[in-house]
């Protein structure tokens, strides 16, 4: 046998990843670009879903209500996702609801003040009108560390090997919203996984007119099938004899959303009364927002990575936290039921279809913001049973975790301080939120129960956050231990280029300001 050559045996570190026909900054054509467009709002109907029919049913709110709040919630998602996709950090990324804020959420709705209302609707208006002047006050948290450009500051501590963990955990830490849910239903679940895996993967080669239709389309073509032979079990009866759990899960039309949707309905800012404002929610609120930002930030390297750009420089992540407070105080303007963060599921759809075209995600957004004033139309696609979703989450996020886990090139990983910052960082991002999980499952209440209600929401939410607590360690271990001559195998001289806006020419780019509006707003 001959020998081996070194370099087969290795791969030189790549700040872009590769393999993708259309980046960051290149286009399909328009009949590809809707297409995709259109499977990226399908996957974004999972979570603007999903937390309202948490939350609004808690409030006090009517099927009708729900509906109003999803189509509220979709509208805010196309707008913010447009804003952050043209003067934010330009990547391809969907902005829509976070499960962050669901905690600070809760002990809002659980106020005695409002707990005490007996009519419904009004406890649910004044619900709202609570978590709208939180939302409105916690907002200026984000708009003050972006525009200021402090948390572009703070991002000087991040290296591969602190950011890599943080990354991974993003997806690592919704395992919970993976299989879990797909056995709820595993005869809906299960082949969506086996089908979407199978043609985005085994089948990804074969082409129509020279176009891979299977890999860029599966997500479409899976729902479709698999929505269709949900709707024929329900049809048949099934589920007639089932639980009441299955059902909900199984059955195509058990959301009650297309019944209880307007026909056209036009989201508004205040449209549910003026807000309301306490310092004690709006400082548990915080907590929320803080999370957030982090997991934003994390999203925001993991989309650079799969739309094959470079890592966003600091002025950018500032200028994208920036505008995403802007988000959340649009968020409590309309009255979403919740904050924003990315998308993670979609960050992941970018690798899955290796499409990371910023037209693609701003087509996404002109689809959520058309549906949601369509009222019937949006809750027809918004009636897919989230089973479906759930098996889509598991390919989606898993390729998220690894896209963070793939920084680590950028490091020396035979030194025993990298392994044990990486190491430490990913067990403690996913053990200390699953012990406050375990914990308020069992007593309906998160291990911080003091009298200081926004103590608690600040303890609870932050540690209920794997990316959150794999940065508090990671960060933390990255710039204390052994930190003298170790910038070499932390990976900074492959960052270090991309620090400032002109530290790398691809910068300008990827992430200057459409409309010539650099001349005017020049990277600090």
């Not at 997500?219 to 269709?228: G, K, N, R």
């Not at 098996?391 to 090139?409: D, K, T």
């Not at 990976?491 to 990827?510: I, L, T």
């Amino acid at each position: 046998m001959s020998e081996v050559k070194p370099e087969e045996i290795s791969h030189p570190a790549m700040e872009q990843l590769q393999g993708f026909e259309y980046c960051i900054d290149s286009n399909p054509p328009w009949g590809e670009a809707i297409i995709l467009g259109f499977q990226h709002y399908i996957l974004a109907l999972g979570t603007a879903v999903m937390i309202p029919t948490v939350l609004v049913p808690m409030m006090g709110g009517s099927d009708g209500d729900r509906v109003r709040v999803v189509q509220t919630l979709l509208f805010v998602t196309g707008i913010n996702t447009l804003l952050q996709s043209l003067f934010g950090t330009r990547l391809p990324t969907v902005i829509g609801g976070s499960y962050a804020f669901v905690i600070p959420i809760m002990a809002i709705v659980q106020d005695s003040s409002l707990a005490a209302i007996t009519d419904n609707h009004e406890r649910f208006l004044q619900s709202m009108r609570a978590i709208q002047g939180a939302l409105i006050v916690s907002s200026s948290i984000q708009i003050i560390l972006g525009y200021s450009q402090l948390w572009g500051i703070f991002s000087r501590f991040f290296s591969p090997v602190g950011m890599a963990p943080v990354v991974a955990l993003l997806g690592f830490g919704l395992f919970e919203r993976g299989f879990p849910v797909v056995g709820r239903c595993v005869e809906v679940g299960l082949p969506m996984l086996i089908l979407f895996v199978v043609l985005s993967q085994y089948l990804k080669n074969v082409q129509i007119k020279d176009i891979p239709v299977l890999e860029r389309f599966s997500l479409f073509i899976c729902i479709a099938l698999v929505w269709a032979y949900a709707q024929i079990l329900t049809s048949g009866g099934a589920y007639k004899h089932s639980s009441e759990i299955t059902q909900i899960n199984c059955r195509t039309d058990r959301a009650n959303l297309i019944s209880s949707a307007p026909w056209i309905k036009i989201p508004y800012p205040l449209q549910w009364g003026a807000p309301t404002f306490s310092a004690g929610q709006s400082f548990g609120m915080v907590s929320a927002v803080l999370v957030s930002l982090i997991e934003s930030t994390a999203s925001y390297n993991a989309a650079a990575r799969l739309a094959s750009a470079t890592p966003p420089p600091a002025h950018i992540l500032s200028r994208g936290i920036g505008w995403q407070g802007i988000g959340i105080l649009l968020s409590g303007l309309f009255g979403t039921g919740t904050g924003s963060t990315v998308s993670v599921e979609n960050v992941g759809l970018l690798g899955s279809t290796r499409i990371g075209s910023r037209r693609v995600i701003q087509i996404s957004a002109a689809f959520m913001i058309f549906f949601s004033m369509l009222g019937k139309f949006g809750a027809l696609f918004a009636s897919i049973p989230f089973t479906i979703f759930a098996a889509v989450y598991c390919v989606l996020f898993g390729l998220v975790a690894a896209v963070g886990l793939s920084f680590l090139q950028f490091t020396n990983m035979n030194s025993m301080r990298n392994l044990f910052i990486v190491g430490v960082s990913i067990f403690l991002g996913l053990s200390v939120p699953e012990y406050f999980f375990r914990y308020s499952m069992a007593a309906q209440r998160g291990p911080a129960h003091t009298k200081a209600g926004w103590f608690n929401d600040y303890i609870n939410t932050i540690f209920s956050s794997p990316p959150t607590v794999g940065l508090m360690v990671a960060v933390f271990l990255d710039n204390t231990l052994e930190v003298k001559d170790a910038a070499r195998d932390r990976g900074m001289p492959a960052w270090v280029p991309f620090r400032s806006f002109k530290g790398d020419s691809r910068n300008e780019e990827f992430y200057s300001l459409p409309f010539n509006l650099n001349r005017f707003f020049p990277p600090s």
